[in-house]
């Protein structure tokens, strides 16, 4: 991003964010030291002190800051739009049946965001997650009747999010912060929970969704996690990661600096 941001390359978070992904694009190193980056990265509590890498944060709320302080940074350039390929569009969908028998649905574009988090306490793999989250849950929701729009009818409904469109780069926060409601304090779980190498998307897109309703849901996902899809679009991709993971999905953007002295 070739912005003037008023900073010394050594205070910019932009350039060392772009210095950190050349190197680790570019080098034939096995390794970057981040202590450049870790130096314009700001305690949120003292902004004027870079933050202490020791303590240890939630993923979430890290990443969330970064990205923040970035757009804060390029608003009103011409690379003010640059973060939004990395947006997770979704849609929130109801549906219900009448007691004559009528089905009713509705939908509604739900704000982006640009990583998905997703339940470590009481899931074991990454799939099992996807697919509790995504499954949806009950209400008791009010609608129009279809006959008389002046009435309504109170019908158990089934709610869920669909993902309407996917980034380049998928991060999947796990949630391995949780509240003890024993104590009432913030602990970490740290059990075991298994990710693949590959995930398959397809079944909570719009297309999954359409293929899985005709046919009577989504497949079932057991303990190992694999969601056995061989039709339409799949969406794959590879991850490396811990209490945060990226899935790729195609070409990653070329974000970096033009050019660099590696």
Known sequence: ID?????????????????????????????YDPKGFCHTYKDPD?????????????????????????????????????LDVFNIYKLGEKFATGEDGHSYSSSRDEPSEQYLSVDVRGVKTLNQSFAKQFAGNDVDFKWDKHDNSAEQEELPTRKRSTIKALPICLPIHLKRFDLDYETFQTIKLNERFEFPLEINMFPYTLEGRRYYD?????????????????????????????????????????????KMDL
């Open 214 to 258: 005709a046919r009577g849901g989504s497949p079932v996902v057991v303990l190992g996690g694999s969601n056995n899809n061989s039709s339409g679009s799949n969406k794959r991709a590879k991850v490396e990661g811990g209490q945060a993971a990226a899935f790729m999905n195609g070409t990653f953007p070329d974000l970096t600096l033009g």
């Open 46 to 82: 003292d902004p004027s002190k870079p933050i202490d890498p020791r303590v240890q944060q939630d993923a979430s709320a890290y990443y969330g800051r970064l990205l923040h302080s970035i757009k804060d940074t390029v608003v009103n350039t011409r690379h003010e739009n640059i």
């Open 3 to 31: 912005i003037d941001t008023g900073d010394t390359n050594a205070e910019s978070m932009i350039y060392q964010t772009q210095r950190m992904y050349a190197y680790l694009q570019e080098s034939e190193k096995q390794y």
